[in-house]
């Protein structure tokens, strides 16, 4: 089930909120179990087969946390790390067998000229997302952040439908405490502000996103079919996809924390406007937010840690800024090795291996710059806008091969952008240049686009996208002061837009949400493309 889609919208998320305030009312217990049971069918609805299969995964770790509960008690270190391995193990082995099992077995036939078929493995919804929730909880449980726990708590910070299928990635010590002191009675604030979260974020996802998806996906199958893209033409798709999964996801999570929000739980935020950063570290602290802090937590800073002691161990000195060696094996290295599984995680092909090395190469760039280059204290303002318009290139760059489903469709994109094929305008543009035609034509521009699709409105459609991306506060700045997301509130590095411009509970607030809530219904039942279900 979607979120926006007419049954979620108008039946399921209102008859679910109501009925687990009315169970509010006699039992806090009965109220959590009718949300795990809607949870259940949430998650069982598009195809119940998911159930069966992810459920034994989901009991599995709840008997491993279990055990290391127990074993931590017991002063046993040993045999929780032992217990703790397995358990990291026995779900990237889950992982492994769902999602790469066929990519691995068409590796092997490319590399070695093998025919190996294996029959289509059914892909779980929203399973990277639910196994990298669940390595975090065991390493949480043995690292000591969890003390107790109850099937009940369990099941529901692992199924809690909001969060269920695309994030964002949470932590069992952000949910259970909120839980464990959820009153189960509604709440005028949380109501409110929920429901201005959830309509937001399906006013990006089905009027923004879905409003550039049809020319993005006819210009990349165009290319997939081997056929020359020009200038203009390559751009548009690039940048419009680059948009599109932007608002598409952003516009998912606002839903996400809309909903949650509705029943009375923050969620952790997953996106601060990440186009307008000036660096790729930057863009990475504030795109997908809580698979970056994964990522930190649970790769990057481990391997950070254990080359740093053998490092030192060799007689290597820390010192600053540092040596080029300490660089590269120090820093280099494990954001390389970060961002390659970011890519695996991603998707089962090589093209998603390529984008997580590229965004690797990118960050390591970035920290090479920020460790040997200027450090005046004049030359950050100076080269700002230089740095936001070099960021963003390499990021719409990078969603070229993200998007594209094959390497001869990115590749004529990429030549498309560079301007090996000329550049195509509109006849009715072409045809009244007069004598500045043949100039131009010298110069590689041709009359006529490739193929039929709406160059102005695709154009204007990408302005207002741009333009929202780039100057408009997003949503949680606007809610701010009702702590939209947990923690942003009282976060004094957050950016607070002026009075008038914040989110109140005021008659005027109201219609705007009403307007962008009709508006939002209204493009339910029109084309969509939801992009991130599958990881």
């Not at 909903?259 to 601060?272: K, T």
Request: with cysteine; net charge positive; aromatic share 16%.
């Amino acid at each position: 089930m979607l979120f926006n889609s007419y049954l979620f919208v108008f039946a399921f998320l209102p008859a679910v909120a109501a009925i687990f305030f009315f169970a509010g009312l006699k039992s806090r217990a009965w109220a959590f179990r009718w949300l795990i049971l809607a949870s259940i069918v949430f998650y069982a609805w598009w195809r119940p087969l998911n159930l069966l299969i992810i459920a034994p995964s989901i009991l599995v770790n709840f008997f491993a946390a279990k055990a290391l509960l127990r074993l931590n008690e017991q002063q046993r270190p040993k045999a929780a790390s032992i217990a703790l391995a397995a358990g990291i193990v026995f779900n990237i082995l889950v992982l492994g067998y769902f999602k790469y099992a066929n990519f691995l077995v068409d590796v092997t036939n490319d590399i070695w000229g093998t025919d190996f078929v294996l029959a289509q493995i059914i892909l779980p919804l929203g399973i990277s997302f639910i196994t990298f929730q669940k390595i975090a909880f065991l390493i949480d449980v043995h690292s000591r952040r969890i003390d107790s726990l109850s099937f009940q708590e369990y099941s529901l910070f692992v199924l809690f439908f909001p969060q269920l299928i695309a994030g964002p990635i949470v932590h069992f010590r952000e949910l259970g405490p909120q839980f464990r002191q959820l009153p189960c009675r509604p709440n005028t604030t949380d109501l409110t502000v929920g429901l201005t979260l959830f309509f937001m974020g399906l006013g990006k996802k089905v009027f923004l996103a879905d409003g550039i998806a049809p020319t993005v996906s006819s210009i990349f199958e165009y290319s997939s079919s081997g056929a020359e893209v020009s200038l203009l033409t390559a751009w548009i798709a690039a940048v419009g996809f680059t948009l599109q999964i932007y608002f598409d996801f952003s516009g998912y999570t606002d839903m996400a924390l809309g909903a949650a929000r509705i029943f009375g739980i923050r969620l952790p935020p997953n996106f601060d406007s990440p186009l307008r950063s000036s660096s790729i570290i930057e863009f990475w602290s504030r795109w997908h937010m809580t698979l970056t802090r994964f990522l930190t937590a649970y790769v990057y800073n481990p391997l950070s840690v254990r080359l740093t002691r053998r490092y030192m161990a060799r007689g290597g000195r820390l010192t600053r800024p540092m040596k080029l060696r300490a660089f590269l094996q120090l820093l280099a290295v494990p954001t390389l090795v970060t961002m390659f599984i970011s890519g695996v995680w991603h998707g089962a092909g090589y093209l998603f291996i390529v984008w997580g090395v590229l965004h690797g190469v990118y960050l390591v760039i970035n920290h090479a710059w920020r460790e040997f280059g200027p450090k005046t204290a004049r030359y950050p303002r100076l080269t700002r806008p230089l740095a936001f318009v070099l960021t963003f290139a390499c990021i719409v760059a990078s969603m070229v091969v993200f998007r594209a489903p094959t390497v001869l469709s990115a590749t004529g994109v990429f030549e498309g952008m560079l301007g090996w094929n000329g550049l195509a305008v509109p006849e009715a543009i072409y045809s009244r240049l007069g004598p500045l035609a043949a100039l131009l034509s010298s110069f590689g521009v041709s009359s006529g686009l490739e193929f039929d699709f709406p160059l102005m409105r695709s154009l204007a459609w990408l302005a207002l996208m741009l333009a929202i991306a780039f100057l408009c506060p997003n949503s949680l700045q606007l809610l701010r002061e009702n702590e939209p997301a947990l923690g942003w509130k009282n976060d004094p590095k957050r950016w607070t837009p002026a009075a008038w411009a914040r989110w109140q509970p005021s008659a005027t607030w109201a219609v705007v949400v009403a307007l962008i809530a009709v508006a939002g219904a209204l493009r339910i039942g029109g084309e969509s493309e939801f992009l991130y279900w599958q990881f």
